[in-house]
């Protein structure tokens, strides 16, 4: 158990067992730190939990992800996190990998062999259907590329809302500066807290910019403009793209379902009514 917390020495006698209060505090921090470095490997060892890794560095509750308004923008959120909201990159992969399953069962073959007709398909079955651009239709593509008005409504609300919270400093220009990931990083609430997963940016703008992240009241304008956008983005995505749009949880597991044989479609640009609610 000693060896298992980095505790050797004091078991050993390397080192004197200090007071009970310093002990405490010893045994606190060790266990802590062994639970986080216990959590990142589990988590690193998902493929789906890649871009969700570099959100926190611990495992924490977040308040944003308790709150009752715009569940279905919640849920959104949560499922881009979780590297798993169903488009079409996504379901082609598992696709792609159900072929290499069913493959093995039937021939045996090693899943490094790759098959050609496997790997077209996968191809085409990850472009985006809802733009013509060709481009597989990844969560990058989803979030910035597919609708560029939406997304540009998007960033001027953003705008707003953080120089308005951000008391003139200027924390609009720095987030532009990033990277297309350090971007999807701040609007799916990352914490920052890790210096590894520092944003590319100056290293003073980065400090400002960290700090300025874990401000409650800025972390809650992102949260709430990010939730409009994802859900308006998401029902104008199938829409375009002519497949199912809701999406509810059911269980542990993302359901998308067919919308009420009576629904009424939606507008084809509902952006501007729907994020002003």
Known sequence: MFAR?????????????????????IC??????????????????????QLYSTLKSFPQMEVALRGGN???????KLMVRAGVLPINARAAQLHRSN???????????????????????????????????????DIYHFVFRCSPAQHQLLESKLHDKLQQLSGGVRLWEQYLRMTE??????????????????PQCDTKEGEALTSLLRDAAIRAAIDREVKNFLLVRWRNRCDVAGVPRTVSFKGSFAVVNDPPPNARAAP???MASSISR
């Open 28 to 49: 606190r921090e060790a266990t802590l730190l062994h639970s986080n470095q216990q959590w990142r490997r589990e988590v690193a060892s998902k493929s789906t939990l």
């Open 99 to 137: 072929c290499y399953a069913e493959r093995r069962r039937k021939y045996g073959l090693e899943r490094s062999r790759t098959d050609p007709a496997i790997e077209l398909e996968h191809a085409q079955r990850s472009k985006c259907k809802a733009c013509d651009s060709g481009e597989a239709e």
């Open 70 to 76: 715009n569940s279905g923008g919640r849920d959104l």
């Open 5 to 25: 917390y980095n505790l050797t020495p004091y078991f050993t006698g390397e080192k004197e067992i200090p007071s009970r209060e310093e002990w405490a505090h």
């Open 268 to 270: 084809a640009s509902p």
């Open 181 to 198: 990931h350090d971007r999807l990083r701040v609007l799916l609430g990352a914490t920052f807290d890790a210096e590894c997963d520092r």
